[in-house]
């Protein structure tokens, strides 16, 4: 890949390198990497289990449960950017190791926790942490490799590994609590943290100098775009909080788009902006962002919804909602085996779109049809986990090959931070449908026919209406990047070693 001479114009692809790069040479860096990205699925997951036994054990209201495992949201997404940033001038390596310290140190601050107000601060040390790591696990991953094979398979792994994570917390975590306090759960972020250290730095030589971006750090554009996501990411959850009425969200809300406005006077004015706007506009980049975009909304509306209809209005147990949920596990879990197949046959480009387009008409086949039966509903699990285990990889990996060279990292921090913004408006759009639809609680027994059938228009309006918007992103995206493509260099099918 070479930086674009002038300007950000589309940079040139690496020279192809003929057959199929193996992945061998790059073990301890990947096993590494792969386990940063393990960190990041397990951790909500596996807390999400332990709630009860952590609101009775530290007294916790509701509310401080709430913001336990939301303060990780918000601190992660919204400090990414400055983080991407940073690393890009510092050192991807430098800071990911860093990162991965202060995981361990806060993780191990967890077996002195003795208050719910203790708790939210460790998991918002944990965010930090987070937004330190992350994204530079994409970021490391692409530089290993020369190839469009080498890299989609290296991604398809790294992911694999975190959606096994993501698969399994639950039930790891259930049968931990059957035998131990919930510190447990949240210590074993030490060892975590501990061997992806050893791997990154045995695996990983240190950035080269000559690959850093030397422009100064805009620390201005970097806080005013971090309190803009923090509000967006944040905004959400005072909205479930409070509801629809309140006038806190609806600040937080307004005083967001305030925020994004002031980073967007604040990149065009500066000298050297810690987000040049013009790399936003490169085909790839905008593209793979807006087909994240268009995923994480209708993911979010999906699962929303989803859950509350198998529990709440079937009255599923949690045990028979959790099986329910299998054939989406199911296909994100086996996706790794064809997902070097399918972008062979289709294509980056091609499959960036198709499959940010088949999350979106799961969403839609669940809104139009999830209420006639179950096999409805798994038919849009599939969908959406299938569009998800294809999109995950392709539209990272091209945004990165649109990036110029010396910005890799702020370029996966974008990624993270569309996916993570998209979620978190995706539920604020379904649960503010659903509140100003549904009488009553939600979560009240024996509901009314009544009240079934108000959940129904919710749940089909909700969802038609991130389906149109998911839909409009996606037709963007593709637009975007049509007439700028690039073939796949030697992807082949198979494992990927």
């Not at 990272?396 to 010396?406: A, F, I, L, Q």
């Amino acid at each position: 890949m070479a930086t674009p001479s002038s300007g950000f114009g589309s940079p040139s692809s690496p020279p192809p390198v003929p057959g199929r790069e193996s992945l061998r040479p790059a073990g301890v860096a990947l096993a590494g990497l792969s386990i940063v990205f393990l960190f990041e699925m397990l951790d909500n997951s596996i807390l999400n289990v332990a709630l009860p036994s952590i609101g009775r054990d530290l007294h916790a209201s509701t509310t401080e449960l709430q913001w336990a495992t939301g303060v990780y949201a918000v601190v992660f997404g919204g400090l990414m950017l400055l983080f991407g940033a940073l690393a890009d001038r510092v050192g991807r390596r430098r800071v990911m190791l860093i990162g991965l310290g202060l995981l361990g140190l806060a993780s191990l601050a967890t077996a002195f926790v003795t208050t719910a107000e203790e708790l939210i601060a460790v998991r918002a040390v944990m965010g930090v942490a987070a937004a330190m790591t992350t994204p530079g696990s994409l970021a490391l991953a692409f530089r290993l490799f020369r190839t469009d094979d080498g890299r989609v398979r290296a991604t398809t792994l790294i992911s694999t590994v975190g959606l096994v994570g993501l698969a399994i917390g639950p039930a790891v975590g259930g049968f931990v609590l059957s035998w131990a306090p919930w510190q447990v759960l949240l210590l074993v972020n030490v060892p975590i943290a501990l061997l992806a250290g050893i791997g990154i730095r045995a695996g990983i030589a240190a950035d080269d100098p000559a690959d850093l971006h030397r422009a100064p750090l805009d620390v201005a554009g970097a806080l005013t775009g971090t309190v803009a996501v923090v509000l967006l990411l944040a905004a959400p959850t005072v909205f479930v909080q409070d509801g629809v009425g309140a006038p806190l969200p609806w600040v937080l809300l307004a005083a967001a788009v305030g925020a994004i406005v002031l980073f967007v006077v604040r990149a065009r004015c500066a000298a050297h902006p810690v987000l040049d706007l013009s790399i936003v506009t490169l085909p790839l980049v905008s593209s793979g962002l807006l087909y994240k975009a268009a995923t994480g909304l209708a993911t979010a509306g999906l699962s929303f919804y989803v859950t509350l209809q198998l529990q709440v209005d079937w009255g599923w147990s949690p045990f028979w909602a959790a099986i329910g949920m299998l054939p989406q596990v199911v296909v994100l879990l086996a996706g790794g085996l064809f997902v070097s197949a399918v972008v062979r046959w289709f294509g980056l480009d091609r499959v960036a779109w198709l499959s940010a387009g088949a999350v979106v008409v799961g969403l839609a086949v669940f809104a139009g049809f999830g209420h006639g039966g179950y096999p409805w509903v798994a038919l849009a699990l599939v969908l959406v986990a299938f569009g998800i285990r294809l999109n995950g990889v392709v539209a990272g990996t091209n945004v990165m090959k649109g990036m110029p060279e010396d910005r890799t990292t702020i370029g996966a921090s974008l990624v993270d931070t569309a996916t993570e913004v998209a979620t978190g408006i995706g539920v604020a759009v379904a649960g503010t449908v659903l509140a100003a639809i549904f009488t009553g609680s939600v979560v009240a027994e024996d509901w009314s026919s009544a009240q079934h059938a108000e959940f129904e228009t919710a749940t089909m309006t909700g969802g038609l209406i991130l389906a149109l918007v998911s839909a409009s992103l996606v037709v963007w995206g593709y637009r975007r990047s049509r007439g700028h493509g690039s073939a796949v260099t030697g992807v082949a099918s198979g494992d990927p070693s």
